[in-house]
Nanobody, 125 residues
Framework: VQLQASGGGLVQAGGSLRLSCAASGRTFSSYTVGWFRQAPGKEREFVAAIRWSGGNTYYADSMKGRFTISRDNAKDTVYLQMNNLKPEDTAVYYC???????????????????WGQGTLVTVSS
């Protein structure tokens, strides 16, 4: 499956952005789709994930309440709605898909087999 991430940009602190991750080549069916982010000089970190089958969602603690992950079955697209953005949210955001990702490993980069190219989010203060 090929993933195409989009929706990044420059936004002021307190603003919102919605990122999209579209699948091509095959559907997201049976996959877990996650969003990760990587700031300059830092490791890639887990943001949120959604089970395509069932729609269960999971979030990193620091994102709960501000970020919402969702899916559109008809469009084979996963979204990340980001509200009340802060300068520390500045990063390249990646979407990824994996099979057989158990709950305790949702934040593990190596569990995701397919990655999008990343989209840059810059939050100004």
């Amino acid at each position: 499956v090929q993933l195409q991430a989009s929706g990044g940009g420059l936004v002021q602190a307190g603003g919102s952005l919605r990122l999209s991750c579209a699948a091509s080549g095959r559907t997201f069916s049976s996959y877990t789709v996650g969003w990760f982010r990587q700031a300059p000089g830092k490791e890639r970190e887990f943001v949120a994930a959604i089970r395509w089958s069932g729609g269960n969602t999971y979030y990193a603690d620091s994102m709960k309440g501000r970020f919402t992950i969702s899916r559109d079955n008809a469009k084979d697209t996963v979204y990340l709605q980001m509200n009340n953005l802060k300068p520390e949210d500045t990063a390249v955001y990646y979407c990824a898909a994996g099979l057989g990702v158990i709950t305790t490993t949702l934040g593990a980069v190596e569990m995701y087999h397919y990655w999008g190219q990343g989209t840059l989010v810059t939050v100004s203060s």
